[in-house]
């Protein structure tokens, strides 16, 4: 076989190779965005709500949650995505709230958020 015929093989199957892992990197994130392993709805008051990271900047909160008397207060720490539930939240810090989260489990980086409870909904208690 000649030198050139090899190369234009080995060219198209990396090719090949390098378009497949696209394809399916891309798939396994759209199902574990699309797919949530639980949903809920937590009701506390957000103690720390920010923006972080360096380069992917996500919005990240704690929602201290109120406790049945005589227990202990928890945390739940959460992310948030869309920006209308950002202004939510920021019109509701030192209000009661009740947030609506899903769960995604296997993020592959902390760049889509640093938790894997993501607010889907927001509202502020009266």
Same mark, same amino acid.
């Given at each position: 076989? +000649?030198? =050139?015929?090899?190369?234009?093989?080995?060219?198209?199957?990396?090719?090949?190779?390098?378009?497949?892992?696209?394809?399916?990197? %891309?798939?396994?994130?759209?199902?574990?965005?699309?797919?949530?392993?639980?949903?809920?709805?937590?009701?506390?008051?957000?103690? #720390?709500?920010?923006? #972080?990271?360096?380069?992917?900047? %996500?919005?990240?909160?704690?929602?201290?949650?109120?406790?049945?008397?005589?227990?202990?207060?928890?945390?739940?720490?959460? /992310?948030?995505? +869309?920006?209308?539930?950002? /202004?939510? =939240?920021?019109?509701?810090?030192? #209000?009661?709230?009740? @947030?609506?989260?899903?769960?995604?489990?296997? @993020?592959? /980086?902390?760049?889509?958020?640093? /938790?894997?409870?993501? @607010?889907? +909904?927001?509202?502020?208690? +009266?």
């Amino acid at each position: 076989m +000649d030198i =050139l015929v090899i190369k234009n093989k080995l060219i198209r199957y990396s090719l090949l190779s390098i378009v497949l892992l696209v394809v399916l990197v %891309t798939a396994y994130l759209y199902a574990v965005f699309s797919w949530s392993f639980s949903k809920g709805e937590r009701v506390g008051y957000i103690q #720390k709500f920010s923006q #972080k990271g360096w380069i992917c900047k %996500t919005w990240e909160g704690e929602l201290l949650m109120l406790p049945v008397p005589g227990a202990l207060t928890e945390k739940f720490y959460f /992310t948030v995505r +869309d920006g209308s539930i950002v /202004t939510k =939240l920021n019109n509701s810090l030192g #209000k009661k709230v009740t @947030i609506s989260y899903e769960q995604h489990k296997g @993020i592959p /980086t902390n760049c889509f958020g640093e /938790t894997e409870y993501y @607010i889907v +909904d927001a509202k502020v208690i +009266d």
